[in-house]
């Protein structure tokens, strides 16, 4: 009987505490070799992770409630991904020109809460226009983010950080799904411009807040002189970068992935939550909305920690395929919703979570891993570029599909993509076993 109380006990008790105090050491010894400005903009991100997962939930659905089509809604995400690209196109020079920390500080404290204002009293399409092209002008500080994030981290830790930033988006996703006990009492358009009011604020603070724990890396500013010397600065940061592309193969493979990933989730993020909820597509209630990002986050929360221990470079490509074949069965469950109904989307996000858990920081590092500090926000800059302009049309035509053809016919793209990350991943093996020889 000792025995057996023995072996229940190291069964139950033990092996478990055991197992869960190693990956908490492996996440906390992965937090701690990030720098300073690493931690405070992964550790800070919660300010405005709150607010963006709420409009992952419900600002489409609010643009619903204000009579725009679905067509009209992809035509404000096209708007966006263009104001994108001319940001993108400027971003890396400007991180270079002005200095990352003043980039990110500028571009934070003026675009989304701007953007915010402008959700909360918008009432047609011209204000949401707005409104998502501001967030669009994020984009200008996307390298200077990105270089202040990864400086001086060697390639081996990548895929460990870009897990450990996707912690704080999705504790922020577990807090936003408390929105569907407002959404239950007021509706969805009164609850959107209350929690969109209160994000200018928190926004403003954050950026007041983060400020205080970040050191800036850069040298003192000089004056800008609007001279050929500066422009040719400027082309020739892009044409070095699209040289770059060119020449590396492996580069020009990481670039596509990139390319089809974000068309992906502009497409998910954009018609997903509009097919659950609407009528010719899985027909939930609304306030359900709310209880998805709860399962979602808390799913990806616990597959970071425990993946980050098994996080490495050699593992790069077995992450890519677990995490693409996961999120493909996302797909396929949200395609067999309108039969299953919510069992099927919860098992669909279960999947889609744990497949961006893995795949996202995979495929984040697959980019970083060919290119140094001095060159990063230069081609960072160059692949938001490409990615958002050859995206531009995307939203539009995914919404013809959706209001003419069927509310399912986005997933389909989807799909579609995630077959050809996945070719693009075979080759990119391909590339690599050929240059080992």
């Given at each position: 009987?000792?025995?057996?109380?023995?072996?229940?006990?190291q069964?139950?008790?033990?092996?478990?505490?055991?197992?869960?105090?190693?990956?908490?050491?492996?996440?906390?010894?992965?937090?701690?070799?990030?720098?300073?400005?690493?931690?405070?903009?992964a550790?800070?991100?919660?300010?405005?992770?709150?607010?963006?997962a709420?409009?992952?939930?419900?600002?489409?659905?609010?643009?619903?409630?204000?009579?725009?089509?679905?067509?009209?809604?992809?035509?404000?995400v096209?708007?966006?991904?263009?104001?994108?690209?001319?940001?993108?196109?400027?971003?890396?020079?400007?991180?270079?020109?002005?200095?990352?920390?003043?980039?990110?500080?500028?571009?934070?404290g003026?675009?989304?809460?701007?953007?915010f204002?402008?959700?909360?009293?918008a009432?047609?399409?011209?204000?949401?226009?707005?409104?998502?092209?501001l967030?669009?002008?994020?984009?200008?500080?996307?390298?200077?983010?990105?270089?202040?994030?990864?400086?001086?981290?060697?390639?081996?830790?990548?895929?460990?950080?870009?897990?450990?930033?996707?912690?704080?988006?999705?504790?922020?996703?577990?807090l936003?799904?408390?929105?569907?006990?407002?959404?239950?009492?007021?509706?969805?358009?009164?609850?959107?411009?209350?929690?969109?009011?209160?994000?200018?604020?928190?926004t403003?603070?954050?950026?007041?807040?983060?400020?205080?724990?970040?050191?800036?890396?850069?040298?003192?500013?000089?004056?800008?002189?609007?001279?050929?010397?500066?422009?040719?600065?400027f082309?020739?940061?892009?044409?070095?970068?699209?040289?770059?592309?060119?020449?590396?193969?492996?580069?020009?493979?990481?670039?596509?992935?990139?390319?089809?990933?974000?068309?992906?989730?502009?497409?998910?993020?954009?018609?997903?939550?509009?097919?659950?909820v609407?009528?010719?597509?899985?027909?939930?209630?609304?306030?359900?909305?709310a209880?998805?990002?709860?399962?979602?986050?808390?799913?990806?929360?616990?597959?970071?920690?425990?993946?980050?221990?098994?996080?490495?470079?050699?593992?790069?490509?077995?992450?890519l395929?677990?995490?693409?074949?996961?999120?493909?069965?996302?797909?396929?469950?949200?395609?067999?919703?309108?039969?299953?109904?919510?069992?099927?989307?919860?098992?669909?996000?279960?999947?889609?979570?744990?497949?961006?858990?893995?795949?996202?920081?995979?495929?984040?590092?697959?980019?970083?891993?060919?290119?140094?500090?001095?060159?990063?926000?230069?081609?960072d800059?160059?692949?938001?570029?490409?990615?958002?302009?050859?995206?531009?049309?995307?939203?539009?035509?995914?919404?013809?599909?959706?209001?003419?053809v069927?509310?399912?016919?986005?997933?389909?793209?989807?799909?579609?993509?995630?077959?050809?990350?996945?070719?693009?991943?075979?080759?990119?093996?391909?590339?690599?076993?050929?240059?080992?020889?």
């Open positions: 009987m000792e025995e057996l109380l023995l072996t229940v006990e069964v139950a008790w033990n092996l478990p505490r055991r197992f869960l105090t190693e990956h908490a050491w492996h996440l906390r010894r992965a937090w701690n070799r990030l720098g300073s400005n690493a931690r405070a903009l550790g800070y991100n919660i300010f405005w992770t709150i607010p963006n709420f409009a992952g939930i419900y600002l489409l659905v609010y643009m619903k409630e204000q009579g725009l089509t679905e067509i009209e809604i992809g035509s404000i096209s708007a966006q991904l263009t104001v994108q690209v001319v940001c993108a196109v400027f971003a890396g020079w400007v991180a270079e020109r002005f200095g990352r920390l003043r980039v990110v500080t500028w571009v934070d003026l675009c989304w809460p701007l953007a204002f402008f959700f909360t009293f009432r047609g399409y011209l204000m949401f226009a707005i409104g998502f092209m967030v669009g002008g994020v984009f200008l500080l996307i390298p200077a983010w990105n270089s202040l994030f990864l400086q001086g981290s060697p390639k081996r830790e990548r895929m460990s950080m870009f897990a450990i930033l996707q912690i704080p988006w999705f504790i922020g996703a577990i936003a799904s408390a929105s569907g006990f407002l959404v239950r009492e007021i509706g969805v358009t009164r609850s959107c411009r209350w929690i969109f009011g209160c994000a200018v604020l928190l403003s603070f954050a950026v007041w807040y983060r400020g205080k724990h970040l050191t800036n890396p850069d040298p003192p500013a000089r004056p800008v002189r609007l001279s050929f010397r500066e422009f040719e600065r082309l020739l940061g892009h044409w070095i970068a699209l040289q770059a592309v060119v020449r590396g193969r492996r580069l020009m493979i990481a670039l596509l992935m990139q390319v089809l990933f974000q068309a992906g989730l502009i497409i998910g993020g954009t018609y997903t939550n509009l097919y659950l609407d009528a010719r597509g899985v027909g939930l209630p609304k306030p359900v909305l209880m998805l990002p709860l399962v979602g986050g808390t799913t990806v929360l616990l597959t970071t920690f425990l993946a980050v221990p098994h996080l490495a470079a050699g593992n790069l490509f077995r992450f395929f677990t995490g693409i074949g996961c999120m493909g069965v996302n797909v396929l469950l949200l395609l067999l919703a309108p039969l299953f109904g919510l069992p099927a989307v919860l098992l669909a996000v279960l999947f889609g979570s744990v497949g961006f858990a893995v795949f996202n920081p995979a495929v984040n590092a697959h980019w970083t891993e060919h290119m140094n500090d001095a060159e990063r926000a230069r081609l800059g160059f692949r938001w570029v490409v990615t958002m302009l050859v995206n531009i049309p995307i939203p539009v035509f995914a919404g013809a599909l959706y209001k003419e069927h509310p399912r016919m986005p997933l389909f793209l989807i799909l579609t993509c995630y077959g050809l990350i996945l070719a693009c991943a075979l080759w990119a093996i391909s590339e690599r076993k050929r240059s080992a020889r």
